[in-house]
């Protein structure tokens, strides 16, 4: 169905595309390849006054990214933010996105979870809360704008950029992980970012595009094709190696079949797991939390090798 409806787009846009779209943006860029590239620097933010959550201190952050300003939530796993910890940089950090429709709010279970083992996290509200428009963002791009998808990504690389800031945070420790749409924003950040230890995809899957192109027997032009290369994380599991990537799916999911998962997997390279668990939900259980713990260490321990 992915594919399909990949294939239904594309042919809809052959027509309007001018052809050889290019960025004049110093950057941002989506060459030939179809591979998004931006340069992000440390972007302006402030955060909120300090508050205990549980075992945590959370504040919320504020910071510009590609004409918007973003919101997210800051979650250290101390009482205290203190100095003896602040200068040993002692802690991996985690950028966090939400599903489509889910705040930075309701990602906080997980975000505590991550707390729980050890790790700070930055959650992310994303833009227009995570819902994509793949038609109205490939209108964009063949008008010469920057799609929405495509800023999102640069939100996700611009939050790993304010904990690498942080003295609390060890910022040669520093992963994604997200949820759904969010898992798929998440991947193809941790291929752009390389200095990321590796990717945690929950309940997620690409789109598929590489197989509905090929379907498509070559009636499609070129602006289109990379658009939509752009935007499906399938298309970056070759950059995300070699670290980790980590997915975990319920064979009882019924928003992402477990078969979608699968064939996503199937295509990226080692190192590389699939965690299965059988919770009749879409998006983070409590099932889940073994394979979490599982696939952080695993990430650390390559990190401390390196």
């Known amino acids: 169905m992915l594919a399909l409806g990949i294939v239904l787009l594309l042919l809809a846009w052959h027509f309007i595309s001018a052809g050889g779209w290019t960025s004049g943006s110093k950057d941002y860029a989506v060459p030939e390849a179809g591979l998004l590239e931006y340069k ?20 919320e952050v504020r910071f510009k990214s590609r004409g918007a300003e973003i919101a997210a939530i800051l979650r250290i ?9 602040a200068e040993n940089r002692s802690l991996p950090g985690i950028v966090l996105l939400p599903g489509a429709t889910v705040s930075k709010e309701a990602e906080q279970g997980l975000a505590r979870r991550l707390a729980d083992l050890g790790y700070a996290s930055i959650t992310l509200d994303q833009r227009n809360l995570g819902v994509v428009d793949p038609q109205g963002d490939l209108q964009l791009f063949l ?6 998808e495509h800023k999102m990504v640069h939100d996700a690389l611009a939050g790993a950029m304010i904990l690498r800031d942080r003295p609390e945070i060890d910022r040669d420790r520093i992963a994604y992980a997200g949820e759904s749409n969010g ?20 309940s997620t899957c690409g789109y598929g595009t590489a197989a509905a192109i090929a379907s498509a027997a070559g009636d499609i032009d070129s602006d289109s094709v990379r658009f939509y290369l752009s935007i499906d994380p399938e298309s970056y599991l070759g950059e995300v190696f070699p670290r980790p990537l980590a997915m975990i ?5 019924t928003i992402i079949p477990f078969r979608l998962a699968e064939e ?25 939390d073994d ?5 952080l260490k695993k990430m650390s321990e390559a990190a401390e090798k390196d």
């Open 264 to 288: 996503t997997y199937a295509l990226g390279p080692e190192p590389k797991s699939l965690n299965t668990v059988g919770c009749a939900t879409h998006g983070y259980c409590r099932e889940m």
């Open 183 to 202: 898992g798929r924003s998440a991947i193809i950040a941790c291929a752009l970012d390389k200095e990321a230890r590796g990717v945690l995809a929950i």
């Open 291 to 295: 394979a979490l713990k599982e696939e």
């Open 77 to 85: 796993p101390v009482t205290e933010i203190d100095t003896e910890l």
């Open 249 to 253: 799916h319920s064979r009882n999911d």
């Open 40 to 59: 992000v620097a440390l972007p302006p933010h402030n955060f909120s006054q300090w508050k205990k959550d549980g075992n945590s201190s959370i504040s």
């Open 143 to 148: 008008q010469g704008q920057e799609p929405e």
